[in-house]
């Protein structure tokens, strides 16, 4: 039988993030999609203007309709949530879908680049917290681990030129796995290591005592939906049965496959990334 996985996310008609990044991917790597759309985009944020339909109210007759219909998922993933009421309303959502041997993996969206998104506020982070505790594994960028776990975001990438710097990245991660959470994947450090001839992206993978740093060329920067993309295929992997540490270089080699034609192709950061023609390197 497939596996399905509940992809809570937004919809946004342009910039390639969100799902309609997790659901062509899902897809190829045979695991179905089943969307709950947490907002209706025109185009992602990153644009000068945008179109936005809050879809809120709309939840908890997903979930009613669901349990009616007497669902099962082997896996729920979670991304953009457009305020804490949501996050609640998600919170109950897991509360009755999820099963012992139902995978929760919680990309959990509330900032980039040290700056926090317009929907951040305490009260906000502070149910992101509780729904990253309830998670198997979650995907936090340098600045939403920094928020997770109470740390100055400018305090510690003023070290990032020291040799350490990735364990000590780590030491934070470590805190998380300490709630419980299985994996840590934390995405997108910019870094040079004593051994790469030029800065690379890393995403670290943290489970038990192990820490496993996986890199990638930066091919002109980052672009929409790249986080989304890379957190597609670990939980698609994982649901069917791959490693953390295997879903992660599979995906990292897909992104960099297509980040290189991006680039070269000097596509818009905003539009995306020309992912479609690589889907095939995930089958």
């Given at each position: 039988m497939v596996k399905r996985i509940a992809v809570i996310n937004d919809l946004s008609g342009l910039g390639k993030c969100s799902l309609t990044a997790a659901i062509p991917v899902l897809s190829v790597m045979g695991v179905q999609a089943c969307p709950l759309p947490t907002a209706i985009l025109s185009n992602q944020t990153g644009y000068e203007s945008?179109?936005?339909?809050?879809?809120?109210?709309?939840?908890?007759?997903?979930?009613?309709?669901?349990?009616?219909r007497g669902l099962t998922l082997d896996g729920i993933y979670t991304g953009f949530l457009g305020s804490e009421l949501q996050?609640?309303?998600?919170?109950?959502?897991?509360?009755?879908?999820?099963?012992?041997?139902?995978?929760?993996?919680?990309?959990?969206?509330?900032?980039?680049?040290?700056?926090?998104?317009?929907?951040?506020?305490?009260t906000f982070g502070a149910q992101m917290k509780r729904l990253v505790q309830r998670a198997d594994v979650i995907t936090p960028n340098l600045t939403e681990l920094c928020i997770l776990t109470d740390t100055d975001y400018q305090s510690l990438t003023a070290k990032s030129h020291s040799s350490d710097y990735l364990e000590n990245i780590a030491s934070i991660g470590r805190k998380l796995l300490s709630l419980g959470i299985k994996t840590v994947l934390i995405t997108g450090i910019l870094y040079k290591?004593?051994?790469?001839?030029?800065?690379?992206?890393?995403?670290?993978?943290?489970?038990?005592?192990?820490?496993?740093?996986?890199?990638?060329?930066i091919h002109g920067g980052?672009?929409?939906?790249?986080?989304?993309?890379?957190?597609?295929?670990v939980?698609?992997?994982?649901?069917?049965?791959?490693?953390?540490?295997?879903?992660?270089?599979?995906?990292?080699?897909?992104?960099?496959t297509a980040l290189k034609e991006t680039a070269e192709e000097q596509i818009p950061k905003n539009d995306g990334i020309n992912f479609e023609p690589y889907l095939k390197l995930l089958l």
């Open positions: 945008y179109y936005y339909d809050d879809y809120t109210e709309h939840i908890d007759a997903y979930t009613d309709e669901w349990t009616k996050a609640e309303k998600i919170l109950r959502f897991i509360d009755t879908f999820q099963k012992p041997d139902t995978l929760l993996l919680v990309d959990p969206v509330m900032g980039d680049s040290g700056q926090t998104y317009d929907i951040y506020n305490e290591a004593p051994t790469d001839a030029e800065t690379c992206y890393y995403n670290l993978v943290l489970e038990g005592n192990a820490v496993t740093p996986v890199s990638s060329s980052s672009y929409s939906g790249t986080g989304d993309l890379l957190a597609s295929v939980c698609a992997g994982m649901v069917r049965g791959d490693s953390a540490l295997e879903s992660v270089r599979r995906g990292v080699h897909f992104l960099e």
